[in-house]
């Protein structure tokens, strides 16, 4: 079982970036695929990226593509989101997500354990 608290989420004027993290405990973290996903008022959680326990390969939404980055350090049991060049249309909670044992995916109902999440909002 992996437990997940997020943090570094906040308000920040459009053009400008936040790097949000994911601490996790128990063992099995370094063995788990990670990702992020968001949910803005109103609307159905979406997925934003995932890595593999290894690092070796990540997935990420159109949406995000050139802006955001995933990465993690297993050491750290932290996985982070670096967000750059940030939208309105960005704001929403981010929440982090984990599949012990398993391979990435963008669906959500694929994650088993889920952090509480951090707001994130973009002003225009």
């Known amino acids: 079982q992996v437990q997940l608290v997020e943090s570094g989420g906040g308000l920040v004027q459009a053009g400008g970036s936040l790097r949000l993290s994911c601490l996790a405990s128990?063992?099995?973290?370094?063995?788990?695929?990670m990702a992020w996903f968001r949910q803005a008022p109103g609307k159905d959680r979406e997925f934003v990226a995932a890595?593999?326990?290894?690092?070796?390969?990540?997935l990420r939404a159109e949406s995000v593509k050139g802006r955001f980055t995933i990465s993690r350090d297993n050491a750290k049991n932290t996985v982070y989101l670096q967000m750059n060049s940030l939208k309105p249309e960005d704001t929403a909670v981010y929440f982090c997500?984990?599949?012990?044992?398993?391979?990435?995916?963008?669906?959500?109902?694929?994650?088993?354990?889920w952090g509480q999440g951090t707001q994130v909002t973009v002003s225009s």
């Open positions: 997500a984990a599949r012990p044992f398993a391979d990435i995916t963008a669906i959500a109902g694929d994650y088993r354990e």
């Open positions: 128990g063992r099995t973290f370094s063995s788990a695929a």
């Open positions: 890595i593999t326990w290894s690092g070796g390969r990540t």
